[in-house]
């Protein structure tokens, strides 16, 4: 049984840090994509969702990816603190700017990215 735990120990000592590396450009990788939409939709509401959901889900691979990483237990316990961190303030930062936006009167354009819509023209 002893001999089955250093085996697994050791396994997972080579697995570790490329499935860390992996975690850390596949959120990075997100981080663009999150980027990229903040740049290319048109008004805020989509902007923020943008921001709001891939963003978070990135920085928590990379974070996911820098645990896995870790190489003690502390490092561990404080990138956990900050995912937790993110986690909460992500969500209530992007809802509290969604509700500020909607209470000054801020409407989300409808049509095909800031268009106007074909079929209005036919319903005249």
Request: glycine fraction near 10%; hydrophobic fraction near 50%; aromatic fraction near 6%.
């Amino acid at each position: 049984m002893a001999e089955l735990l250093v085996q697994m120990q050791s396994v997972w000592d080579l697995v570790r840090m490329p499935l860390g590396g992996f975690a850390c450009i596949v959120g990075g990788l997100l981080c663009i994509v999150s980027a990229i939409g903040v740049l290319r939709f048109p008004d805020l509401y989509t902007r923020l969702h943008a921001a709001s959901i891939t963003d978070t889900s990135g920085a928590g691979l990379v974070l996911l990816g820098m645990a896995l990483m870790s190489p003690h237990w502390l490092v561990l316990v404080k990138v956990g603190c900050i995912f937790g961190f993110l986690l909460l303030t992500s969500a209530t930062a992007s809802h509290s700017l969604a509700n500020a936006a909607h209470t000054a009167g801020l409407q989300p354009k409808i049509g095909l990215a800031g268009r106007d819509d074909p079929h209005a023209e036919e319903a005249h």
